[in-house]
């Protein structure tokens, strides 16, 4: 399903990489070798971005590893040590199998593709090279740059003007809903996908584009009008 009569063809499509890009099993399966239950990851997650989206509205900031220390450090009873291996983990994510291809259809398309976290920098990296497909994306962008989390409009206009193009020009897909409502807020495009959420949050706006899976959200930014 795509929406907004305005919304036009991207120029430059950025993606949201956690869960989006990413597949967090390993920081799951580190959680289950320290004995903890696998399904507490979704649970830490959370907190975690509750963590970081308070400290930007409050005026104040945070790296991600910290946020996501504090949330492990509050949810668990877990060592300093071991609360740094789990973070560690981060590192060792691979794209999901739908990826590459939605990045080789960009390529095709003649649209420029970019990553947009506010997860630590490298993490981005290393999942790219892992998953061979790090040609397939321009530049990967972390917002700690400007020091503000995701959903500030401050984040996506960064990522815009870095790109050198008009947040018009702009979409940012994402299996978050709180993510596209940002970007879309900042002026981009957005397009949502379900991962971990079933449905787009329905107290929300309806964003520009809502498709089943990975392949349908690119397919229909571009087959928006240029």
Request: hydrophobic share 45%; charged share 20%.
């Amino acid at each position: 399903m795509s929406g907004h009569a305005g919304a036009r063809r991207p120029h430059v499509v950025a993606f949201d990489v956690n869960e989006t890009l990413l597949d967090l099993a390993p920081v799951q399966a580190a959680l289950v070798e320290l004995g903890l239950p696998g399904h507490l990851l979704a649970t830490v997650f959370g907190r975690t971005l509750q963590t970081g989206f308070a400290a930007t509205v409050a005026g104040t900031w945070l790296p991600f590893r910290a946020a996501f220390d504090s949330a492990l450090a509050q949810l668990t009873d877990l060592a300093d040590d071991d609360r740094s291996q789990v973070a560690d983990a981060f590192l060792e994510l691979s794209p999901h199998p739908d990826v590459e291809p939605a990045l080789r259809r960009l390529t095709a398309a003649g649209v420029r593709a970019v990553t947009l976290t506010h997860g630590s920098p490298g993490v981005t990296e290393a999942g790219l090279e892992r998953g061979g497909i790090t040609p397939l994306v321009e530049r990967s962008l972390s917002s700690e740059t400007v020091r503000a989390w995701k959903p500030s409009r401050a984040a996506y206009l960064w990522a815009a003007g870095t790109c050198r193009v008009e947040p018009a020009r702009m979409a940012l897909v994402a299996a978050h809903g709180w993510d596209v409502l940002g970007a879309e807020r900042a002026g981009l495009t957005g397009a949502w996908f379900p991962r971990g959420e079933r449905v787009y949050p329905p107290a929300y706006p309806a964003p520009a584009v809502v498709a089943p899976d990975l392949a349908g959200a690119v397919e229909a930014l571009l087959a928006l009008p240029e």
